[in-house]
């Protein structure tokens, strides 16, 4: 499919784009830069002084789908699907600078992911891309719709054959294991199935005490992918029943607007810290952040009772936990904390034994209970005894 803006250079700084629409980056589009297709986008940005001359970064932060972006006509970066962050390298800083944008969407609807910064950082200043002025877009070519395409790594053995039993000679000192969005939308045996997949690994590796660290899903929006997500959460964390697994907490560490949180840097360190954990002897399930064991009812109060692994419980402002009753949620935020329980004060005379509570029972849910090094605890739903 020609790309008229190909043709005709769209990203040469003396192009004239004055007949071109407005948009802006932080805001939505009309449908008809989000269909299939090409779409360019172009912005010219006067420089500070003092700035001329310096590196920069351009950070665009996600687009569906994939783009080619050019700075003063040369090009200086591209990625061809939709997770990864743009951030691109400006070697100099001119006094004009002409950013253009080649937008190619594949299928459904594309566009730049409204809640990222859009920005020119440099020397611990910073360019907003989304000011006033908005950015200059032109539709440059439409897509046919695309053919389903096959993946054979969702097939049972695909993944497996291709690139597990093939290790299964080599001496593995430990896994370490982050997936799960794709399996949302069926979270109803995903505990079942990965429990399952540990013990197979431990048996295809000849070692039942092989450390299995995994990542729990981290904090995403529903319009971002994030369906289901809480219910996914707590089908991960039933594979702490087996002997030497830990999960990581991830809750906090990434963004609502993003399936892949470009925080990977903590997240290794909380990976790290439980396979240290492990093989300095914590043979049951390990878990990054404090971890709700049972809720009891006594009288007119609750107590919920943690797993801190030795740390010590701490409360946020503005605790709250949920019950569903009644055919309805009601949430439950007269809390204390002793030691580590939090005690729950209900009114006079709530009978809620046998009913489910929740904690941070949502795609995206907040940071409210830690431990006291700040991790956060772990989502959970328990029958109430």
């Not at 593995?172 to 979270?187: A, K, L, M, T, V």
């Not at 904090?219 to 994030?226: H, I, L, T």
Request: proline share 4%; aromatic share 12%.
């Amino acid at each position: 499919m020609s790309d008229i803006g190909v043709e005709e250079n769209w990203q040469n700084s003396n192009y004239n784009d004055k007949d071109w629409d407005r948009v802006y980056l932080d805001k939505s589009w009309s449908q008809h830069y989000q269909n299939p297709g090409s779409v360019w986008l172009r912005k010219q940005i006067n420089i500070p002084t003092h700035l001329i001359g310096k590196n920069a970064l351009l950070n665009l932060g996600t687009m569906i789908d994939a783009d080619e972006t050019f700075v003063n006509g040369q090009k200086v970066g591209g990625i061809d699907y939709q997770y990864p962050p743009r951030i691109y390298e400006i070697e100099t800083l001119s006094e004009v600078l002409t950013i253009a944008i080649r937008l190619k969407i594949y299928q459904l609807l594309g566009g730049i992911t409204q809640t990222k910064e859009h920005i020119i950082s440099t020397e611990g200043e910073i360019i907003n891309l989304d000011d006033s002025e908005g950015w200059r877009i032109k539709r440059a070519s439409y897509f046919p719709e695309r053919k389903a395409q096959y993946f054979p790594q969702y097939e049972p053995t695909g993944l497996f054959n291709g690139m597990i039993y093939p290790l299964s000679k080599l001496k593995i000192s430990g896994i370490f294991w982050y997936q799960g969005e794709s399996d949302s939308h069926e979270y109803n045996s995903y505990g079942m199935k990965f429990s399952k997949l540990i013990q197979e690994w431990r048996e295809i590796f000849n070692n039942q005490k092989i450390p299995f660290i995994f990542v729990q899903l981290p904090n995403c929006s529903e319009k971002f992918g994030g369906k289901h997500w809480a219910e996914l959460r707590e089908e991960q964390a039933k594979s702490l029943n087996l002997n030497y697994t830990g999960m990581v907490v991830s809750i906090g560490d990434g963004e609502s607007d993003d399936l892949h949180p470009t925080n990977k840097k903590v997240i290794s360190e909380k990976i790290y810290q439980c396979y240290k954990q492990i093989n300095n002897g914590h043979i049951w399930g390990y878990c990054s952040g404090p971890r709700a064991t049972k809720v009891n009812q006594v009288g007119n109060n609750l107590f919920v009772s943690f797993q801190t692994y030795g740390k010590k419980l701490k409360l946020r402002n503005h605790v709250f936990l949920e019950v569903f009753r009644n055919g309805r949620i009601e949430k439950l935020s007269n809390v204390e904390l002793i030691g580590n329980q939090i005690k729950i004060i209900l009114p006079a005379g709530l009978e809620l034994i046998g009913s489910d509570i929740t904690y941070n029972w949502s795609n995206n849910p907040q940071v409210l209970i830690t431990d006291d090094i700040d991790h956060a605890a772990a989502p959970f739903k328990l029958k109430i005894s």
